[in-house]
């Protein structure tokens, strides 16, 4: 069965950073294009960042140059390295599998399956 579990939020100050991960079980994880997603209160889901097999990445334009987005075939695993955080980055963050036949990109309706979040916090 396909589970993907985030891990890594907290609370951060403006300017700092996060590191989150995302491990993956049940599935050829190196198959599959993975992206992540986030949800504030009261406002609709936001693409984030995605990461293809083969190792290219995009990100949406509100957090380009701030985030970055790897993955371990190895382990598994996808990271979201987060830095420079903003207030307005907070949110739920999901990591989530992309839709064939969609491409890699940062469109929120492309993602498919996804775990229960990380909660990211970004408050003085």
């Known amino acids: 069965q396909l589970q993907l579990v985030e891990s890594g939020g907290g609370l951060v100050q403006p300017g700092g950073s996060l590191r989150l991960s995302c491990a993956a079980s049940?599935?050829?994880?190196?198959?599959?294009?993975i992206g992540w997603f986030r949800q504030a209160p009261g406002k609709e889901r936001e693409g984030v960042s995605c990461?293809?097999?083969?190792?290219?990445?995009n990100y949406a334009d509100s957090v380009k140059g701030r985030f970055t987005i790897a993955r371990d075939n190895a382990k598994n695993t996808v990271y979201l390295q987060m830095d420079s955080l903003k207030p307005e980055d907070t949110a739920i963050y999901y990591c989530?599998?992309?839709?064939?036949?969609?491409?890699?990109?940062?469109?929120?309706?492309?993602?498919?399956?996804w775990g229960q979040g990380t909660q990211v916090t970004v408050s003085s």
């Open positions: 990461i293809s097999t083969s190792g290219s990445t």
């Open positions: 989530a599998t992309v839709l064939r036949p969609f491409a890699c990109t940062v469109v929120a309706g492309n993602f498919g399956s």
């Open positions: 049940g599935f050829t994880f190196y198959f599959y294009d």
